[in-house]
């Protein structure tokens, strides 16, 4: 018996996984791959082949699942099939969120008062049928159409290997696609596969407001976190030329950086959006009259091909930039003010250091035994801290020890760190691509358009490194947490480096109360042209 083959089919299943509120964090994220294992284990080929679905352990407690259909031992072309089970949160449903899981209902619910709903949703509404619910399209049809096609590889109705990659924590931090890629390797080995493709299915990305364009994707966005820790010098508010308010600082950081378009990459006529804050904050910890002298500030820098030596470069002449503004304001103040209380004006110089600048000093004056013992303190006391506090907490800690150094402004990175990759020049991709996108038009009446980079960030960054393990030594060594609960398996991804691809539904408001899946497109012609992909990437 089919199990995943109708559209009756495809529909229940998804109802079914969107219904296990499988947020990034929660015992819902732990539970889900099991639920997997056994629908797929229902599968007869697989009651035969023990062995050939299996769980993989992350090493924070939760599971990805691999499941692979080899129907001939002679056979090696392998098309890996990559989703995520993991949804963001449901606070921005409001009043539905109870509902936010149960996606039939909430279905129902908004059709009958469609006259309430945002225009362009009524728009969608009007023009189409559309399932709503947290997950629909961000990635659970994904996950959905991946084990209907492997049970259509489990029936013999695709010729070569499909081994399919279910991993939690996309929406954070990625730890189940950075534990994938040594599993994958393993499985490469001990199967004897030669990966052609790793095949994603995230759902189309609007590319700005009203973007109502599909898209096929031959790589993805790459994303990194620069942060700035400011460190002034403390002062009574009632003497404040005596000191640096690390405020102004990282204000001042904040208005070089933000929506800076120098960091902006153009790789034909694709442009990465420009960096923009994400934290801002000083790190007092409780009220006082003395002005703050420690803050951060953080942003989201998207990258497609530059270096990381090159990105470092412009990131300390940013923070460069932003110290000589913080001297020059401070000079201008001071003489204001020296003008009014006949005083001596004064000024301050900011110097900019990286991590790495910064640890070689503190380890040059104070010795290494001493700068272990605080990051070992630190890393101690994390509690239940993300990766961000973390991060932050070290490099404050190594600033308070060098606090001699201020004014300062530190450069560091902090996780998660998405490389940019792009197979738009692989034979295989460039040929797939082309055929697909003519299927498309002549089977369905589509207008595909080939995009390099996938825009929406995806676990596909970690399918290979566009660089050399040594080239990325300017992340490795500014970025606090590396090895230190963080960490890339660089060499495993050097060594893996599978082109890529993603085909997924037509979707609308990804992370957004109104997210919602095209269902004509999930459950009739994704299926199709999923399948007809995977036939030529294994021919």
């Known amino acids: 018996m089919k199990r995943w083959q109708s559209r009756e089919q495809r529909k229940e299943l998804l109802l079914n996984l969107v219904q296990i509120p499988s947020v990034t964090g929660s015992i819902s994220e732990v539970e889900i791959p099991k639920y997997i294992v056994e629908q797929i284990n229902k599968l007869e080929y697989f009651q035969l082949n023990e062995g050939h679905v299996r769980l993989y352990p992350t090493d924070d407690g939760r599971q990805l699942v691999t499941a692979l259909v080899k129907r001939d031992p002679q056979v090696k072309k392998t098309v890996i099939l990559v989703s995520h089970f993991d949804v963001v949160d449901v606070q921005d449903y409001g009043s539905w969120k109870e509902k936010a899981f149960h996606a039939q209902e909430l279905t129902e619910l908004f059709y009958s008062s469609k006259q309430d709903m945002p225009l362009q949703v009524q728009k969608d509404m009007e023009q189409g049928r559309w399932l709503f619910g947290r997950g629909t399209m961000d990635m659970k049809c994904g996950l959905v159409m991946h084990m209907s096609m492997l049970e259509k590889a489990a029936l013999g109705e695709l010729d070569g290997n499909v081994l399919l990659l279910a991993v939690p924590d996309e929406e954070a931090n990625s730890v189940g696609m950075r534990a994938a890629v040594p599993a994958l390797l393993e499985l490469a080995r001990e199967f004897e596969l030669e990966y052609q493709v790793v095949l994603n299915s995230e759902p189309m990305f609007a590319r700005y407001p009203g973007d109502l364009n599909q898209y096929i994707y031959t ?18 508010v009632g003497e404040p030329f005596s000191g640096l308010n690390a405020n102004l600082m990282a204000s001042q950081v904040t208005c070089e950086m933000e929506l800076n378009t120098e960091f902006c990459e153009v790789v034909e006529g694709e442009v990465t959006p420009p960096p923009t804050n994400l934290i801002q904050m ?9 002005i703050p002298h420690r803050a951060v500030t953080l942003f989201n820098l998207f990258l497609y091909e530059r270096s990381m030596t090159e990105l470092q470069e412009l990131l300390v002449t940013a923070a460069t930039r932003a110290a000589g503004q913080i001297e020059q ?10 003008r009014l209380e006949k005083s001596k004006p004064g000024e301050v110089e900011v110097k900019v250091k990286t991590f790495s600048e910064l640890m070689e000093y503190a380890t040059e004056v104070y010795g290494t035994n001493k700068v272990q013992e605080v990051i070992q303190t630190v890393t101690a006391a994390r509690g239940d801290k993300d990766d961000r506090d973390a991060t932050i907490s070290l490099v ?12 300062m402004i530190v450069v560091f990175f902090a996780p998660p760190f998405y490389p940019a990759i792009s197979s738009r020049n692989h ?7 082309k055929d697909m996108v003519d299927y498309a038009k002549v089977v369905h009446g589509l207008e595909w358009l080939e995009q390099n980079y996938f825009g ?7 399918a290979g490194l566009q660089f050399p393990v040594d080239q990325m030594s300017p992340l490795v060594n500014n970025m606090p947490l590396w090895n230190q609960g963080y960490s890339l398996p660089l060499k495993e991804m050097e060594e893996f480096d599978v082109p890529v691809l993603n085909i997924g539904p037509v979707g609308r408001d990804a992370h957004k109360w109104t997210e919602r899946l095209d269902e004509d497109y999930a459950f009739d012609i994704l299926p199709d042209v999923l399948e007809v992909a995977i036939k030529k990437l294994l021919k």
């Open 282 to 290: 000083d790190l007092k910890e409780e009220y006082s009259v003395q």
């Open 329 to 338: 304001s401070y000079k201008q103040q001071s003489e204001r003010f020296s």
């Open 396 to 407: 404050d800690e190594i600033a308070i020890l060098c606090k001699d150094l201020a004014p």
């Open 219 to 236: 790589g993805s966005i790459g994303k990194i976190l620069p942060g700035f820790l400011c460190y002034g010098k403390e002062t009574h």
């Open 456 to 462: 929406g960030i995806s676990d596909l960054s970690y």
């Open 427 to 433: 034979p295989l991709v460039e040929k797939v691509v």
